[in-house]
Each structure stands twice: as structure tokens, then as C-alpha cells.
């Protein structure tokens, strides 16, 4: 009887070894792809409940990897955005929560940018051996001393802020410029090029860095910020969605272009590959880009703003067509890759992100590693998560509560009750979960006591024209 009992327990433990994804990283250091596309709202995708746009290559994505939908990225914002991706920080902590001029993003020639001195993810992979590039918008500051190659990208090929930052009435900004590295190789650049060239460029990339270890940053710059973005020849007036839906259903093509070449150079099996946005989609009249069923549009902190569509895939480490309701942000991004690369996250300043790897493969008692999420609009702590519940707290900002505001973002996802009189000892718990970050971080004209400052140049310079 013992000796079966003993045959069984090693059956069953070989059993639950197989079943169980391993906590363990690969054994060579992946190549890691982190899409990001620019104002794309939760519901403008198929695999997030889009019936208006046509996107079969990241619904495939979707099926052979796993949705995150609890992903939210740290402001509504771009730069802050971006500076959380790059740093795997709250904005406010690295000073870039707003512009030099008070606005929420960075205009061109603006003499603040992302401190050298910070520590961004490519520098991380570039110490563990990568190779490393961005393609696509920077946005963190367009001065050489903030520029890509300054920040641990070998390389980079793209615009250094937003698409609608154009010459016009009142705005005496140099002409869009396509940089490569810190040259200027195209100005004005055809917008509607852009996501084609960018895939072109990817593509090569990856044909070129087969044979090591690479970091490719690809934030997109469509949909963009303009009101009508823009959309190559093949794709422009093809969709049902004017010249957003023209866009979304090229970004589409831009992925599947991306997966097809992994698979033709024979990287699928070692290369994680990350699909996300930079913040929802903004209000327009009449709408474009969706949020739903977020309640919300970006700029705010909405969970229409904040709360982004997410796609992981890497065949035979994340596990096929499976859904993470987990709380997941785009700071864990940073301390994950640097676990996947056997890099090493600094000890000597607070990152606020936190390794996902576990959630990312599925393991089953894996939970999120965050107590609380922040929503921060530039310096302003406007609204506090926790498991399934977001707080708004009271303000005296236009469109903000006068009171809290408590919701159950697992059984109310659009935000419609309002149950801050039933739940009080909830309510108290999230309002004093805010203190730490109030005291770290900062609120209003309260400055946190562990926050870095941006970086800043004298003498700003106009980015030159091509030749």
C-alpha cells in the first residue's frame, strides 16, 4: 500500500511538472519586441471586442498568446506614458509628468527630455549583452542629449514627438522631421508612409540581428494624434472607419508583417513579443478610435484612458488563447525584461514596476504584485486602484468628483454605479493607500520625497531640415 501510495505521489508530481508552466527564463536570453501604438483605444481591435475594424493578425496574436486585460499604462498622456515604459517609474517621479511650459506632453524644441542620468530598460539589455534599437516616436525629448542613442538604443529611426507637432499658425516648430539616430534624413515626412516604413525598418532590423539578442522598441505613431490620421495607399479609404479605421487595419498589417518574418527567420520560439498602446483613444466629434466598454476617453485618468489593449505572445512559453484579468502595468515591462534578459534592475533608486513573469506564463497561483495603482494627471493624484476596486478621489478639477467616487471594475467594467455609501470600509482602506504614494510620489504642490528630477539643457536648437 505504501508503495503505491509512493508510485501514485510521483505520478502525480510528473503530472503537475508537466501541467505547470515553468518560473524559470528561458535558457538563452530572449529577443524582445514592445509594440506601442499611439492613442489606440481598447475597443479598437477585434480580440477587444471591435466589430468595426478588420484586424485578423493581432486576433491570431491574441489566439496564440494571451490578452491582459486589467494592462493599464501610467498617465493618459503620451510622454509620461512613454517615460514609464522606458524607466518602469510613475511619471512625477522622473519629472516628466508635464512640459517645461505646464502642458501634459513635450512640444518640440524643448529644453527638457528624459535624464541621461536615468537608467531606461535599453540600457538594462544593452549592459546584458543586446542589441538594441527603437523605430518609431520618441517623444522624450527631441535635444541630442535626450535622443535615443543617448538613452542605450544602438540605433533610431524615427520622429522625435507627435505626429500633429507641425509648422502651422502660432506654432513655429521646425517641419516634421524623420530622424535616423540624430540626423534628420526626411523633413516634412510623409505621415502616411510612416507605418510602412517603420515595418520595413523593423523587419531588417531583425534580418540583421538574427544571430544575437535583441531589444526592438516599435512605438508606432498611428493612430496618431491629428483628427485624421494617416494610412499608406494600400490601406487609405479601406476601411469602415474613415481614416482612423484606415490606420488601425494597416498597424494590423504592420504585425502580421512583423510575426510573419520571426517565423520566415526562424525566431519565433525565442522572442517575446509585446503589443500594447500608449494611452486610449481621445474624445472626438464625431467618435473615431474606441474605448469601450471602458467608460472614458485619453487625456484623462479614465479607465478609457489608462486601461490600454494588451497582447503577449511566445510560442511554448506563453500559454495559447489564455486571459489575464490580473492588474498589469507598463512599468512591470521593465524589471520583466530585465529578468527574461538576466539583466539588473538598479538598487540604488526606486523602480515602481514589478516582475510579471509569472503572470505572463500562466502559472496558476500567480496573482498581481501591485497592493495599489496610481492614476496621476501631471502632478495631481487623481484616482487610486485596488484588486477590484477604483477610488476617484475628490477634487476641486473640472469634471472631477466633489466626493469619492468607488466602482467594481471586475462586475461594473463601464464604471455606472457609483457604490462609495455601501462600501465605506473599502473607501478608507484606498484613501489610505494613497499616503505612500502622496509621501514617495507627490500630490499637487506636495513634492514626494524619493522623485528624480528631468533633464535640462541650456540652449535648445532647432532640429536642421535634411539635406
Known amino acids: 500500500m505504501l508503495l503505491l501510495n509512493r508510485t501514485v505521489a510521483r505520478g502525480l508530481l510528473l503530472l503537475f511538472t508537466l501541467l505547470t508552466p515553468s518560473l524559470s527564463p528561458a535558457s538563452e536570453p530572449p529577443n524582445v519586441i514592445l509594440v506601442v501604438c499611439d492613442n489606440l483605444g481598447y475597443g479598437d481591435v477585434g480580440c477587444f471586442g471591435s466589430t468595426l475594424h478588420r484586424t485578423p493578425h493581432l486576433d491570431r496574436m491574441a489566439a496564440e498568446g494571451m490578452k491582459l486585460t486589467h494592462f493599464y499604462v501610467s498617465s493618459g498622456v503620451c510622454t509620461p506614458s512613454r517615460a514609464s515604459f522606458m524607466t518602469g517609474c510613475y511619471p512625477p517621479r522622473v519629472g516628466l509628468h508635464v512640459s517645461d511650459l505646464g502642458h501634459k506632453v513635450l512640444q518640440p524644441v524643448s529644453p527638457k527630455g528624459l535624464n541621461p542620468d536615468e537608467i531606461t530598460i535599453a540600457e538594462v539589455l544593452k549592459e546584458a549583452g543586446y542589441a538594441t534599437t527603437i523605430i518609431g516616436k520618441w517623444h522624450l525629448g527631441d535635444q541630442p542629449e535626450f535622443l535615443p542613442t543617448r538613452q542605450g538604443f544602438d540605433s533610431y529611426f524615427g520622429i522625435p514627438y507627435s505626429d500633429d507637432m507641425t509648422q502651422r499658425d502660432g506654432k513655429p516648430w521646425p517641419p516634421l522631421p524623420l530622424m535616423r539616430n540624430e540626423e534628420v534624413v526626411d523633413a516634412p515626412v510623409d505621415r502616411n508612409l510612416l507605418t510602412k516604413r517603420y515595418t520595413e525598418e523593423a523587419i531588417r532590423y531583425m534580418e540583421q540581428h538574427r544571430d544575437e539578442p535583441f531589444f526592438l522598441y516599435l512605438p508606432q505613431a498611428m493612430p496618431g494624434s491629428t483628427r485624421a490620421p494617416y494610412a499608406s495607399d494600400d490601406f487609405r479609404g479601406k476601411s469602415q472607419n474613415g481614416p482612423w479605421g484606415d490606420s488601425v487595419e494597416e498597424l494590423d498589417w504592420s504585425m502580421g508583417e512583423i510575426l510573419k518574418a520571426l517565423k520566415r527567420l526562424d525566431l519565433e520560439e525565442n522572442t517575446l513579443v509585446i503589443w500594447t498602446s500608449d494611452n486610449g483613444a481621445p474624445r472626438r466629434n464625431p467618435p473615431q478610435g474606441s ?11 479614465s479607465e478609457g484612458a489608462m486601461r490600454v489593449p494588451c497582447i503577449v505572445r511566445w510560442p511554448g512559453r506563453v500559454p495559447e488563447g489564455v486571459v489575464c484579468d490580473e492588474l498589469c502595468t507598463s512599468m512591470d515591462l521593465y524589471p520583466t525584461f530585465a529578468r527574461l534578459a538576466g539583466g539588473t534592475v538598479p538598487d540604488d533608486r526606486v523602480i515602481d514596476g514589478r516582475d510579471i513573469w509569472p503572470l505572463l506564463i500562466g502559472y496558476p497561483e500567480a496573482t498581481t504584485p501591485h497592493e495599489a495603482f496610481y492614476y496621476y494627471d501631471r502632478a495631481d493624484l487623481r484616482a487610486v486602484r ?7 478621489l475628490p477634487t476641486d478639477a473640472p469634471r472631477s468628483p466633489k466626493a469619492p467616487e468607488l466602482y467594481d471594475l471586475v462586475t461594473d467594467i463601464a464604471e455606472e454605479k457609483n457604490v462609495a455609501d455601501d462600501h465605506p470600509d473599502v473607501v478608507a482602506k484606498l484613501l489610505a493607500l494613497c499616503e505612500p504614494a502622496r509621501e514617495s510620489i507627490g500630490d499637487g504642490e506636495l513634492t514626494g520625497k524619493e522623485v528624480r528630477p528631468a533633464g535640462w539643457v541650456e ?6 531640415k535634411a539635406d
Open 459 to 464: 540652449n535648445v536648437t532647432p532640429r536642421a
Open 291 to 301: 474605448n469601450r466598454p471602458l467608460k472614458g476617453w485619453g487625456y484623462d485618468t
Open 386 to 392: 485596488s484588486g477590484p476596486w477604483k477610488l476617484y
